[in-house]
């Protein structure tokens, strides 16, 4: 920057030094600015042919061209990247419902069976089957509802399924053993999703009465207050609309 600035000067004072000395603006621009290609023009007093004003325009749009061709390649290949990465979400859920839902089930259902044929020694199976529950199916099924839920959370919002995924992930490390937000979780939740500001206790208040309207203030709202607590597609809902957003 400092040697564009030293030539712009030499070439402000050169030209002035030369004008002074009678010389025309075309022999000046030839002298001065090398850069540019000669006239083709009518000449002039010191037969010199002048630039016209369709060949200054033809030499700008050349110079657009040239650095704004790499831009618009640049531009495409980042759109190209975010369809790519669409596609890549939607391809992960379908194959995790095809493959990885399927086979979690099986590998359940035939624990179930194990436990159940252990506790009754092969009698009354059919029976125990529909009595017995195993955890870890109902955690299993949890998980494909709670996926599908997520993308629809998505959808209805208008926002990118992976910041859904990643704000569910965040509300999990802040929320009770029943997923549900209280007030000071919310505070330390969007203290994570917005790392590069502070945020005012008076800002915090006044979001966390537009997503409780009548409710108390976080300091006098209890932890175990259900009355005072949030689901997580409430607070996707607030979110996808709220200020807290753009920060």
């Not at 030094?17 to 002039?44: F, Q, Y």
């Not at 016209?52 to 495409?76: H, L, N, T």
């Not at 194990?114 to 506790?119: E, G, K, P, Q």
């Amino acid at each position: 920057r400092d040697d564009v600035s030293v030539k712009k000067q030499w070439m402000s004072s050169t030209i002035r030094r030369l004008k002074s000395r009678g010389k025309s603006d075309a022999r000046c621009r030839e002298i001065v600015a090398l850069h540019l290609p000669r006239g083709s023009g009518p000449k002039d007093k010191d037969d010199v042919p002048i630039f016209s004003k369709s060949e200054a325009r033809a030499c700008q749009k050349k110079y657009i061209d040239e650095y704004m061709g790499p831009v618009k390649r640049i531009q495409k290949v980042v759109g190209d990247l975010k369809e790519q990465k669409r596609d890549l979400h939607q391809v992960k859920e379908s194959l995790f419902m095809c493959t990885e839902a399927r086979r979690m089930q099986q590998l359940h259902e035939e624990h179930r069976k194990d436990v159940a044929a252990s506790i009754m020694g092969g009698s009354s199976l059919g029976a125990m089957l529909g009595k017995v529950r195993d955890p870890l199916l109902d955690e299993g099924d949890n998980k494909i509802n709670k996926s599908m839920s997520l993308s629809q959370m998505a959808e209805e919002n208008g926002m990118d399924p992976d910041v859904v995924s990643d704000l569910f992930r965040d509300f999990l490390t802040f929320a009770d053993a029943n997923e549900l937000l209280g007030p000071k979780g919310f505070s330390r939740l969007l203290q994570t999703i917005s790392p590069g500001r502070t945020l005012s206790e008076s800002d915090v208040t006044a979001w966390w009465g537009q997503l409780m309207p009548g409710s108390a203030s976080k300091d006098d709202a209890g932890p175990s207050n259900r009355k005072s607590q949030v689901l997580f597609e409430d607070f996707v809902r607030w979110y996808a609309t709220s200020e807290a957003r753009a920060v």
